[in-house]
């Protein structure tokens, strides 16, 4: 739902411009290398269950800065910080997450159960992203990344 409503919301109303768009995907792609880099010493030393709930939340907060962006100076350095921290807490948790449904499924249903997964999330960003998208032109794109 974010990438759906990001890039009219940072251009048109925040105005960091193409280039500010590209610093801010450029700060996630550092956090997700960062991330996924310290994933295994995160998850061995916090264990599985602590590092999945720790790192998902913090992926939540790290949404704040981008819906609290306001037009000016700190916009893009706010804008990037949440795609930085957003992407760090992506870069460890989902390591961790696909070792431990591997490590958990049998090997005769990791297919199905990859599969299924993978069909899911599919399915709801068909559903999530024209919803979202008719959400920020009715109401705020700001609401609409709140949501």
Known sequence: MVSTVFVVFALHS?????????VAYAFASVGVIFGGAFSGRVAGRLDVGATLVAFRLLAAIGW?????AVRGPWALASVSLGFF?????????????????????????????????????????AVGAPLVGVLADQVSYRFALWI
């Open 14 to 22: 925040l105005k960091i411009g193409t280039f500010g768009l590209g």
């Open 85 to 125: 921290l957003v992407s760090l807490a992506i870069g460890v948790e989902s390591p961790v997450e696909m070792s431990y449904r591997q490590a958990v499924t049998p090997d005769r249903l990791r297919g199905r159960m990859n599969a299924t997964i993978r069909s899911m999330n599919g399915g709801m960003v």
């Open 64 to 68: 704040l800065p981008l819906v609290l």
